[in-house]
């Protein structure tokens, strides 16, 4: 059974806004979390230990892994779901 590493970004950071009390600190403190999350991904890019599959849509973002050592990093992101085929 193979892994699949996918960020969905309907639920990045929007799901964590409170919809009761939404203040737009409130967004900029959760995108700011969000972003942190995603230059840990950009750094791996840049250094080309994963790279984003190119598909028809953005949503979600397919992840692949070039450099199997870094495989539990970007599986520890909480913005990385893992999907089993």
């Known amino acids: 059974m193979g892994k699949t590493y996918v960020i969905w970004w309907h639920s ?5 806004i409170n ?8 967004i900029v403190d959760t995108t700011n979390r969000t972003m942190k999350h995603l230059q840990e ?7 080309r230990q994963i790279k984003v599959k190119t598909t028809e849509a953005l949503n979600p973002i397919y992840l692949e892994i070039i450099n199997p050592a870094v ?4 599986a520890k992101n909480p913005l990385v779901e893992i999907l089993h085929e």
């Open 12 to 16: 990045a950071f929007i799901d964590e």
């Open 19 to 26: 919809r009761d009390a939404i203040t737009l600190a409130q």
């Open 41 to 47: 991904l950009q750094k791996l890019e840049a250094n």
């Open 71 to 74: 495989e539990s990093q970007v």
